[in-house]
T-cell receptor
Framework: ETGVTQTPRHLVMGMTNKKSLKCEQH?????MYWYKQSAKKPLELMFV???????ENNSVPSRFSPECPNSSHLFLHLHTLQPEDSALYLC???????????????FGPGTRLTVL | AQTVTQSQPEMSVQEAETVTLSCTYD???????LFWYKQPPSRQMILVIR??????QNATENRFSVNFQKAAKSFSLKISDSQLGDAAMYFC?????????????FGTGTRLTIIP
C-alpha cells in the first residue's frame, strides 16, 4: 500500500449504530487530518493531529470521536449520528510537526457515509 | 479568519482548448501558501499546483499555470490544451505560513467538464 488509505470506502449506518472509520498513511508523515466534504460546501476541517497529539478540534459535535494511536493511523469513531452527517469523510496527512515551509497534504480516497 | 471564494460552481471547455478557473481569498497575513487541488470523480484529491505568496513568479506545472495577483488577492488556475482526464472538481485552498499552522482553508470548488 502506498500513500493514504481509508477503510471502509462506503458505510451505511443507522442513527443508533456505532462504527469507526480508519485511515492509514504510508508516507512517514507526522500530521494527520479529518475533513468532512458535503455537496456545495467547502471542505470542513474536523480534527488535526500533529505528532499524535490533537492540535485542533474545529467545534465538531461529540458524536464524532477521533483517535490517533500512532503517527501512521487515525480513526474516527462514530456514534448516534444524524442524517445530516451523511457526507464524504476525507483523511489527509502531511509532514507536519511544525515543518518549516510549504507542507503539502496528501489525501485518502474518502469514506462515503450514509446515515439512515 | 481566512476565507476562499470560488465563484464558478461549474465550467466547461472544449478538448484541447484553454480554461481559467478563478479563486479569490481574504486574509490579513502577508505570508501564506495557495494551492489548487483536483478531485476526479470517485478518486483521490491530488495537488495540482502551489504558490508561495512571497514569490512574485507565477507557478507552472506542465499544462497548469496560475495567475497570482497578491494585491488583488486573486489566484486563478489556467489549464492549457485541456484533456478528458482533466475533468474533475477543482478546489482552491489557502494555508498560513505561520510555523506549525497546518490548517488548509478550501473554497467550494469548481466542477470542470471537458467536451470532446
Amino acid at each position: 500500500e502506498t500513500g493514504v488509505t481509508q477503510t471502509p470506502r462506503h458505510l451505511v449506518m443507522g442513527m443508533t449504530n456505532k462504527k469507526s472509520l480508519k485511515c492509514e498513511q504510508h508516507l512517514g508523515h507526522n500530521a494527520m487530518y479529518w475533513y468532512k466534504q458535503s455537496a456545495k460546501k467547502p471542505l470542513e476541517l474536523m480534527f488535526v493531529y500533529s505528532l499524535e497529539e490533537r492540535v485542533e478540534n474545529n467545534s465538531v459535535p461529540s458524536r464524532f470521536s477521533p483517535e490517533c494511536p500512532n503517527s501512521s493511523h487515525l480513526f474516527l469513531h462514530l456514534h448516534t449520528l444524524q442524517p445530516e452527517d451523511s457526507a464524504l469523510y476525507l483523511c489527509a496527512s502531511s509532514q507536519g510537526g511544525g515543518t518549516w515551509g510549504v507542507d503539502e497534504q496528501f489525501f485518502g480516497p474518502g469514506t462515503r457515509l450514509t446515515v439512515l | 479568519a481566512q476565507t476562499v471564494t470560488q465563484s464558478q460552481p461549474e465550467m466547461s471547455v472544449q478538448e484541447a482548448e484553454t480554461v481559467t478557473l478563478s479563486c479569490t481569498y481574504d486574509t490579513s497575513e502577508s505570508d501564506y501558501y495557495l494551492f489548487w487541488y483536483k478531485q476526479p470523480p470517485s478518486r483521490q484529491m491530488i495537488l495540482v499546483i502551489r504558490q508561495e505568496a512571497y514569490k512574485q513568479q507565477n507557478a507552472t506545472e506542465n499544462r497548469f499555470s496560475v495567475n497570482f495577483q497578491k494585491a488583488a488577492k486573486s489566484f486563478s488556475l489556467k489549464i492549457s490544451d485541456s484533456q478528458l482526464g482533466d475533468a474533475a472538481m477543482y478546489f482552491c485552498a489557502y494555508r498560513s505560513a505561520d510555523f506549525g499552522n497546518e490548517k488548509l482553508t478550501f473554497g467550494t470548488g469548481t466542477r470542470l467538464t471537458i467536451i470532446p
